[in-house]
């Protein structure tokens, strides 16, 4: 089966930029999706095809898939940015695919 | 104004059964393909299955560990969709979403699939 593979954590200083990644074979060749999730809320779409932003979705959130790796990178990182991330795709063997979700500190 | 509000779930023997409901306004339901989603208690998100426009067939799909015990279907009258949980185990327990699929090719002949809009999740916890 197709999986994603994300990295547990990641740090970031307020104001600087934090990249998340989500690993896959030939991730690039699929389009990829990202969401939000702080404590006890429901996940919102932050990005879906790869790069595009939902109405409503701060410009300083981007994101981009090549090769087998997809990036979240979220500009100018703020307080309210500090969550968990899911990327996800779809694989026509397996269906949709989530990854294991990165916990971002804003330090 | 999307909304989607489940309800349904709670406390639930191994091998019981239990119907979530997730009751949706703000869109045209029917035209809607939608998924049921879990997330175990300090885990990930799960796919568990989807149902699409019967415009488009109404066939479901599901994730292999709920395939043969649970059942999706939709009353587009009533702008519901449900989850039929059969031979519940422990490792079922978690908070289940319903959300809406956005799906398609795009002009390169690209398929996507995501989720715009979720509900606020209903707990099922299944355990003796």
């Known amino acids: 089966s197709y999986e994603l593979t994300q990295p547990p954590s990641v740090s970031v200083s307020p104001g600087q930029t934090a990249s998340i990644t989500c690993s896959g074979d030939?991730?690039?060749?699929?389009?990829a999706s990202w969401y939000q999730q702080k404590p006890g809320q429901s996940p919102v779409l932050v990005i879906y095809?790869?790069?595009k932003r939902p109405s409503g979705i701060p410009e300083r959130f981007s994101g981009s898939n090549s090769g087998n790796t997809a990036t979240l990178t979220i500009s100018g990182t703020q307080a309210m940015d500090e969550a968990d991330y899911y990327c996800?795709?779809?694989?026509?063997?397996?269906?949709?695919?989530f990854g294991g979700g990165t916990k971002l500190t804003v330090l | 104004e999307v909304q989607l509000v489940e309800s349904g779930g709670g406390l639930v023997k191994p091998g019981g059964s239990l119907r979530l409901s997730c009751a949706a306004s703000?869109?045209?339901?029917?035209?809607?393909?939608m998924s049921w989603v879990r997330q175990a208690p300090g885990k990930g998100l799960e796919w568990v299955g989807r149902?699409?426009?019967?415009?488009?067939?109404?066939?479901?799909d599901y994730a292999a560990p709920v395939k043969g015990r649970f059942t999706i279907s939709r009353d587009d009258s009533k702008n519901t969709l449900y989850l039929q949980m059969n031979s519940l185990k422990t490792e079922d327990t978690a908070v289940y979403y319903c959300?809406?699929?956005?799906?398609?090719?795009?002009?390169?002949?690209?398929?996507?699939?995501?989720?715009?809009?979720w509900g606020q999740g209903t707990l099922v916890t299944v355990s003796s």
């Open positions: 959300a809406t699929d956005r799906e398609s090719y795009d002009s390169s002949g690209y398929y996507y699939y995501y989720f715009d809009y």
């Open positions: 703000g869109f045209t339901f029917s035209n809607a393909w």
């Open positions: 149902i699409k426009s019967k415009t488009d067939g109404g066939t479901t």
């Open positions: 030939k991730l690039g060749d699929k389009y």
């Open positions: 095809q790869d790069s």
């Open positions: 996800q795709a779809w694989d026509i063997s397996t269906g949709v695919v």
